[in-house]
């Protein structure tokens, strides 16, 4: 792009792009801030980030818009060629309303890879069944837990390409 070729030409590397929305239940103010070291954080990976506007409660409520507008954010983030990653960093009980406004066409033809957790299960089953495309059940705010030295360590190892870490654990079947 336009864009990517004056970074190049500046010195600088061309960024990948990623997303930030919530599709489920919205953040509260007191979540402002962790989002915006989440942000510092993927912005130190190399990412170039877009938060979506509709993150935050509205009027005391859990959601951040009403279902189709929810979808529009995500859609208009499917729709942007430049983005990579999409990671919604909700969760809770309303993620299935947005599945009528979702245009599996487009988000077919995207490259953008969608990451959540939680009921956002619906939008990775959504995508899988109607698009054959891959999603990540993740909950990419847990790169910021005081614990997570290691999941930042293999969520960088994953962006360089270096290893996938992130993707590789040990399990066993039970019965």
Same mark, same amino acid.
């Given at each position: 792009s336009e864009e990517n070729g004056r970074k190049?030409?500046? +010195?600088?590397a061309a960024r990948r792009r990623a997303a930030v929305v919530a599709c489920s239940n919205a953040l509260s103010e007191r979540c402002r801030e962790q989002i915006e070291k989440l942000t510092?954080? /993927?912005?130190?990976? +190399? /990412?170039?980030?877009?938060?979506? +506007?509709r993150l935050y409660g509205k009027n005391g409520t859990v959601f951040s818009g009403t279902p189709k507008e929810r979808a529009k954010e995500l859609m208009d983030c499917y729709r942007d060629p430049e983005t990579e990653m999409i990671f919604d960093v909700s969760g809770g009980d309303v993620a299935n309303g947005i599945l009528p406004y979702l245009d599996f066409s487009a988000i077919g033809r995207s490259r953008a890879v969608f990451w959540g957790y939680s009921d956002l299960t619906t939008i990775i089953n959504g995508i899988y069944a109607k698009t054959g495309r891959p999603s990540v059940l993740y909950q990419v705010r847990n790169l910021l837990a005081e614990d997570g030295g290691w999941q930042r360590r293999a969520f960088r190892d994953y962006l360089a390409g270096v290893s996938e870490p992130l993707f590789s654990f040990s399990w066993k079947f039970l019965r």
């Open positions: 190049q030409k500046a +010195g600088g510092d954080f /993927l912005t130190d990976c +190399g /990412l170039e980030v877009k938060v979506s +506007g």
